[in-house]
């Protein structure tokens, strides 16, 4: 179990299993300002910036690893919404 809480600041703070996304050491730089909201996905989590890009932490196959699709989620993100297994993310430009 994990578990993710964001912070007046913008600041995401992290704690449980590593293996359940608790360990956000990765992403920690991109988490330390700037985050309007957080999603979860299982054993994974989005995390929505006020530039409109989206961080994602966790397990891989429940849409911790969004590598493949980084510079879709770079900008231009309104909202994200999550699953079990995976998140959807809706951008501004349709």
Do not use: H, P
């Amino acid at each position: 179990m994990a578990f993710a809480a964001l912070k007046d600041s913008g600041e995401v703070v992290t704690w449980g299993d590593a293996q359940d996304s608790g360990d956000s050491s990765a992403v920690a730089d991109r988490l330390a300002a700037g985050v309007t909201s957080i999603t979860d996905a299982g054993m994974a989590f989005a995390a929505l910036k006020d530039s409109g890009e989206v961080v994602t932490w966790g397990v891989s196959y429940c849409g911790g690893d969004s590598s493949s699709v980084t510079d879709r989620l770079a900008a231009d993100v309104t909202s994200i919404t999550g699953n079990d297994e995976a998140f959807a993310a809706l951008r501004n430009t349709g």
